[in-house]
């Protein structure tokens, strides 16, 4: 069945395509909710030191400028 034919179909709930068994499809589960865990890790260790510590945000901002300015001599 196409895509075309299930869209047509008011009885046919549409899916994803992880939810149907495809043999030969290796699908690792959790490693998503670990990429997120870590990346929320990192935004909320980001946060909490920009509120602690804001001469570092400062100081990376100072880096970032200054290297922007020298790319464009």
Do not use: C, N, W
Not at 36 to 64: C, I, K, Q, S
Request: negative net charge; proline residues 5%.
């Amino acid at each position: 069945m196409t895509q075309h034919v299930r869209d047509k179909e008011p009885e046919t709930t549409l899916g994803t395509s992880a939810d149907i068994d495809v043999p030969g499809r290796d699908v690792t589960p959790g490693r998503g909710r670990l990429l997120e865990l870590l990346g929320l890790t990192l935004v909320a260790g980001a946060g909490v030191l920009f509120v602690v510590r804001p001469e570092f945000y400062e100081a990376g901002v100072h880096v970032f400028a200054t290297r922007a300015a020298s790319l464009v001599r």
